[in-house]
T-cell receptor
Framework: AQSVAQPEDQVNVAEGNPLTVKCTYS??????LFWYVQYPNRGLQFLLK??????LVKGSYGFEAEFNKSQTSFHLKKPSALVSDSALYFC??????????????FGSGTRLQVQP | DTAVSQTPKYLVTQMGNDKSIKCEQN?????MYWYKQDSKKFLKIMFS???????INETVPNRFSPKSPDKAHLNLHINSLELGDSAVYFC?????????????FGSGTQLSVL
């Protein structure tokens, strides 16, 4: 089975400060890991993904995420938060050993609030 | 041009009714999905089709029936609606079935069953 945990329902950060949104995962094989963002009344938008290679992945809007195999984590980070980053963030995983008959499994989401 | 479009955006109906949600993608993708997002924002896969073939069918009540007339369309029909069906339903697509492809989501259909 594959699963994702996002331990924080909400993260609050002041504008200009660094932010981290946490994610841990569980898969049988090697993971493909994703971050998506959902703005109010919108569908999810892809931010970044880890497939293989460099553990630090850079994505859209200045976000990056670090894959840590020993800790089975894939935390989302940004050096300097913007008010416009306030949204709901989802981590997702897919087991690389699975065939196409297995969809992405999403975490429960973390709401990021950036205060001016 | 909206890449993945769903209609309607809002759907309010009575218990016991039958309703449909339509989804269309103009990205030329082969694979389409339905996800359900509950009131706690938890997102769960319901169905997936690849080139009109059902490839994923999670434990969803039989009252939910997807239909894919062609690879650009994936509709969701729900019979005998129940209060617990109230949620936001998202359609998504991906180029194929490759495990690391990203998904493109529609803006969702908010279903309220009264």
């Amino acid at each position: 089975a594959q699963s994702v945990a996002q331990p924080e329902d909400q993260v609050n950060v002041a504008e200009g400060n660094p932010l981290t949104v946490k994610c841990t995962y569980s898969v049988s094989g090697n993971p493909y890991l994703f971050w998506y963002v959902q703005y109010p009344n919108r569908g999810l938008q892809f931010l970044l993904k880890y497939i293989t290679g460099d553990n630090l992945v850079k994505g859209s809007y200045g976000f990056e995420a670090e894959f840590n195999k020993s800790q089975t984590s894939f935390h989302l980070k940004k050096p300097s938060a913007l008010v416009s980053d306030s949204a709901l963030y989802f981590c997702a995983v897919r087991d690389s050993r699975r065939t196409g008959r297995r969809a992405l499994t999403f975490g429960s989401g973390t709401r990021l609030q950036v205060q001016p | 041009d909206t890449a993945v479009s769903q209609t309607p955006k809002y759907l309010v109906t009575q218990m016991g009714n039958d309703k449909s949600i339509k989804c269309e993608q103009n990205l030329g993708h082969d694979t389409m999905y339905w996800y359900k997002q509950d009131s706690k924002k938890f997102l769960k896969i319901m169905f997936s089709y690849n080139n009109k073939e059902l490839i994923i069918n999670e434990t969803v009540p039989n009252r939910f029936s997807p239909k894919s007339p062609d690879k650009a369309h994936l509709n969701l029909h729900i019979n005998s609606l129940e209060l617990g069906d109230s949620a936001v339903y998202f359609c998504a697509s991906s180029p194929g079935q490759v495990a690391f492809e990203k998904l493109f989501f529609g803006s969702g259909t908010q279903l309220s069953v009264l």
